[in-house]
């Protein structure tokens, strides 16, 4: 079984699964680092350029290609969930968990991050409320989990989510690895 995170941007998907990943000694795969990969370019320069229905065409291949060989821990982009077909990927595919955060922490997080192109507006935390208000149903109808971040550390987010995947019974390896001797 593999995990996949999402959440609103700055909720901590990568930092939280690329700790995940090292504590179980599984690959981490952030998709918005595999979009750019495909794209040649950051997702900002392709979103300003192309639109974001030509994004999130290409968010979608990469989900697909991610759930065709679900292994280790992913990191999905925020907006990942909006496409029916690819919440269906993710719930099928990973144990999905949700890191839920109120809009007023992210926003404490993320008011000075430029390369996040649905907050660069002139009131980024009512985009954020606004995005939050739409997605996290999405959210929620996609995860297995959901864990609240407020305040905790990465490490203690890491610990959670350990605890929560041990009471699931959900068993991590990695289908590449050679088993133990």
Known sequence: ???????????????VGRRLAQRLQLPFVDSDHV?????GCSIREYFDREGETNFRDVEQSVIADLA???????ATGGGAVLRQPNRVQLRDRFHVIYLRSSPEDLFRRLRHDVKRPLLQVADPLGRLRELHSVRDPLYSETAHDVVETGRPSVSMLVNIILMQLELAGVTLSDPQAEPPP
């Open 35 to 39: 979009i750019e990969q495909r794209i």
């Open 68 to 74: 065709a060989n679900a292994r280790g821990v992913v």
């Open 1 to 15: 079984m593999a995990v996949a995170f999402v959440g609103l941007p700055g909720a901590g998907k990568s930092a």
